[in-house]
């Protein structure tokens, strides 16, 4: 038979069916030695999976203790059933545990252990909007329904926080209830989730009329678009409405359109559900040809004496990731040219606007027809439209939405 290290001759080439072929004590001897290098042990782990030896648990247990071992979360998950880790789960140190991804694993490895005292961290855990996160906090509270059943665990969280609630609704979802009332939850949350569980459109056409707030009425209109995609009834609901969206001082027209169309529709949970209709139902602008807004830039900043550098975009700017802007280095300054639209900036708008460079620069650009975001634009933040950034979720100015990157 082949041995481990031919099975894996190298990281991310693991022969998956070779491996099934191992009988279970080499494979368990081979992942508890931390002497063997993670990527070999890790195939290992899932070889394991359904037939792991009972002589080698306490060794492999004591790689789940062990801060430093690299496969915790893996084995944790492989010996997920073991009643004896219960107390060890619970105790106090693993609080402090600051591993990547420890926090969660342990909770999730509580709920399904059908311990009921995880039940509120993991609901907190189950309304994340991290996808890792959030499906270790339904695993382990599908864990504890499992064991102690649904009405149990609705008693134990009830009602009060936003995150109990969303488990309420999974749960109403999961037994066809209809959830159309979820709408109006004043968690935007809730409520977005609520509207991905809605699927009748009847029900959520009568729900318009009736909704408490404007907020639930535009969750069910959204909610019925994505069902029948039938622009022109969601255009007739908007109207009927009175077209409500969200006022930003000082935001105008075009700015507003560029930004609506570019990140409302895969905008945060906690957004205004205005932003998602009103992209629904209003026409995008034009997109530039952004090679020849380039061509534009680079030649009028040819023109104006300041020796630009060929343009790269903010992803090759900064070796990774991609943006809404592209990069053109000129007279010893860095300008930016939006990707949504006919925007221009200096990267360092607000600050040592006095230079020669900077002034030459804007004045050439807005003669080639490039509207200039200064500082006062730029910082406007744009209410309710919560977009992803770094970590971040929620709103963001002018300036970050029209010039945005992330790696």
């Not at 190298?10 to 992942?31: I, K, N």
């Not at 959204?222 to 001082?249: C, F, I, K, Q």
Request: glycine share 8%.
């Amino acid at each position: 038979m082949r041995t481990i290290e031919t099975l894996i001759p190298q990281a991310g080439h693991a022969d998956t069916a070779g491996l099934l072929e191992v009988d279970a004590p080499t494979l368990a001897r081979y992942v508890a030695d931390p002497s063997h290098p993670w990527w070999r042990r890790s195939p290992c782990v899932s070889a394991l999976t359904g037939r792991v030896p009972e002589q080698y648990v306490p060794e492999l247990t004591a790689r789940i203790r062990d801060p430093h071992d690299e496969l915790r979360r893996e084995l944790l998950a492989l010996l997920a059933d073991r009643e004896e880790l219960l107390p060890w789960l619970r105790h106090e140190d693993r609080g402090s545990d600051t591993s990547y991804g420890m926090a969660e694993a342990f909770l999730k490895a509580r709920g399904l252990l059908g311990d009921r005292s995880a039940a509120h961290d993991l609901a907190t855990l189950a309304a994340s909007p991290s996808q890792g996160t959030r499906a270790a906090g339904e695993a382990g509270l599908d864990g504890l329904v499992d064991r102690h059943g649904t009405a149990t665990i609705l008693a134990d969280l009830g009602t009060d926080r936003p995150e109990d609630r969303l488990f309420r609704l999974r749960m109403r979802y999961r037994a066809d209830e209809d959830v159309t009332d979820a709408l109006a939850d004043p968690d935007r949350r809730v409520a977005h989730r609520a509207q991905w569980c809605a699927d009748d459109p009847d029900r959520l056409r009568a729900y318009i009329g009736e909704a408490p707030t404007t907020e639930a009425k535009l969750w069910a209109a959204y909610a019925l678009h994505g069902l029948t995609e039938d622009t022109a009834e969601t255009r007739a609901v908007y109207d009927n409405l009175g077209r409500p969206r969200v006022e930003v001082e000082d935001l105008d027209e075009e700015l507003r359109a560029a930004i609506v169309h570019e990140y409302a529709p895969g905008c945060e949970t906690t957004s205004d559900p205005r932003w998602r209709i009103e992209v629904l139902c209003t026409d995008p602008p034009a997109r530039p040809d952004v090679d020849d807004q380039l061509r534009r830039a680079t030649a009028a900043l040819t023109t104006a004496g300041l020796a630009p550098k060929p343009p790269v975009s903010c992803g090759e700017d900064n070796q990774q990731g991609d943006g809404t802007y592209h990069v053109i280095e000129a007279g010893g300054r860095r300008f930016l040219i939006s990707t949504l639209g006919p925007f221009a900036t200096d990267e360092e708008e607000g600050y040592e606007e006095d230079s020669a460079a900077y002034a030459t620069a804007r004045h050439a650009l807005e003669r080639a027809g490039f509207r200039w975001i200064d500082a006062e634009t730029g910082t406007i933040r744009v209410t309710d439209l919560c977009v992803y950034y770094f970590g971040g979720r929620g709103p963001l100015t002018v300036g970050a939405l029209l010039f945005y990157w992330q790696d």
